[in-house]
């Protein structure tokens, strides 16, 4: 396993001062999120101007890319054909995984489903696979939902995300059946009543997260992925989750 960042850590930035930033963090290795909300690299770009989308997203500073993290903000057929550019820039810049959202809760399975099986139909003659993320008031947040997705789709598995699953309301919260889903991991600190804190604040033990990830076999990224908040140094909070990462590997 080994420790990344996000560029939607930082979603005021351009794409190319977010590489920087995490440069100058000491990462090695980055997630960009691909977000119609951003002026980063959204999705709607990608379709309109491949090639440089393409370009720009190789200018990493020689920082290697382990996933994207896709955020579509349309529905239909425009959200497949975004879909179906972004696992071309994927297979293009060598990259597995992709992360999706899940649908809000209470919405149809089967319609998850089907759902599902076109993302999966689109990456599979690229080499993509999907993590479906795990997150709060989606139904990625009941994990056994999650593993019946999982089970139904083949190229479908999980972007574990634990803090979704500390803080969720919900009776269910043991993910420990869905780690053999895991495809890419998200994390930040996290209290039961609060989705993010400072780090070494909170309640997530990473040192046991990363005990159970090794004894599934994942071996890919741990991504750090935080929202800003106007107290928190973004900066100062990814090096030290950085640096108490780095010392549990």
């Given at each position: 396993?080994?420790?990344?960042?996000?560029?939607?850590?930082?979603?005021?930035?351009?794409?190319?001062?977010?590489?920087?930033?995490?440069?100058?963090?000491?990462?090695?290795?980055?997630?960009?999120?691909?977000?119609?909300?951003?002026?980063?690299?959204?999705?709607?770009?990608?379709?309109?101007?491949f090639?440089?989308?393409?370009?720009?997203?190789?200018?990493?500073?020689?920082?290697?890319?382990?996933?994207?993290?896709?955020?579509?903000?349309?529905?239909?057929?425009?959200?497949?054909?975004?879909?179906?550019?972004?696992?071309?820039?994927?297979?293009?810049?060598?990259?597995?995984?992709?992360?999706?959202?899940?649908a809000?809760?209470?919405?149809?399975?089967?319609?998850?489903?089907?759902?599902?099986?076109?993302l999966?139909?689109?990456?599979?003659?690229?080499?993509?696979?999907?993590?479906?993320?795990?997150?709060?008031?989606c139904?990625?947040?009941?994990p056994?939902?999650v593993?019946?997705?999982?089970?139904?789709?083949?190229?479908?598995?999980?972007?574990?995300?634990p803090?979704?699953?500390?803080?969720?309301t919900?009776?269910?919260?043991?993910y420990?059946?869905?780690?053999?889903?895991?495809?890419?991991?998200?994390?930040?600190?996290?209290?039961?009543?609060?989705?993010?804190?400072?780090?070494?604040?909170?309640?997530?033990?990473?040192?046991?997260?990363?005990?159970?990830?090794?004894?599934?076999g994942?071996?890919?990224?741990?991504?750090?992925?935080?929202?800003?908040?106007?107290?928190?140094?973004?900066?100062?909070?990814?090096?030290?989750?950085?640096?108490?990462?780095?010392?549990?590997?």
């Amino acid at each position: 396993m080994y420790v990344a960042a996000s560029t939607g850590c930082f979603p005021e930035l351009s794409f190319i001062e977010a590489i920087e930033v995490l440069g100058d963090l000491e990462f090695t290795t980055v997630e960009i999120e691909l977000n119609d909300r951003t002026d980063q690299i959204p999705p709607r770009r990608i379709v309109e101007e491949f090639d440089e989308m393409l370009r720009i997203v190789r200018d990493t500073h020689r920082l290697d890319i382990c996933s994207y993290n896709v955020k579509i903000d349309v529905t239909g057929d425009g959200y497949y054909e975004r879909f179906e550019k972004i696992c071309d820039l994927a297979k293009a810049t060598k990259v597995v995984t992709l992360t999706v959202p899940s649908a809000e809760h209470g919405s149809p399975f089967n319609q998850e489903v089907e759902h599902l099986q076109k993302l999966a139909e689109i990456g599979y003659s690229r080499g993509v696979r999907i993590g479906l993320k795990s997150q709060i008031g989606c139904l990625s947040e009941d994990p056994d939902t999650v593993k019946n997705l999982c089970d139904y789709v083949p190229g479908v598995g999980l972007t574990l995300d634990p803090s979704h699953y500390l803080c969720s309301t919900g009776k269910n919260k043991n993910y420990e059946k869905l780690l053999k889903y895991v495809f890419h991991v998200h994390l930040r600190d996290s209290k039961k009543d609060k989705l993010q804190v400072r780090v070494g604040q909170g309640e997530i033990d990473y040192s046991r997260l990363i005990t159970q990830l090794q004894n599934a076999g994942y071996q890919q990224a741990l991504s750090i992925e935080m929202t800003p908040e106007a107290d928190l140094d973004m900066r100062q909070e990814l090096r030290k989750l950085r640096l108490l990462l780095d010392s549990l590997l």
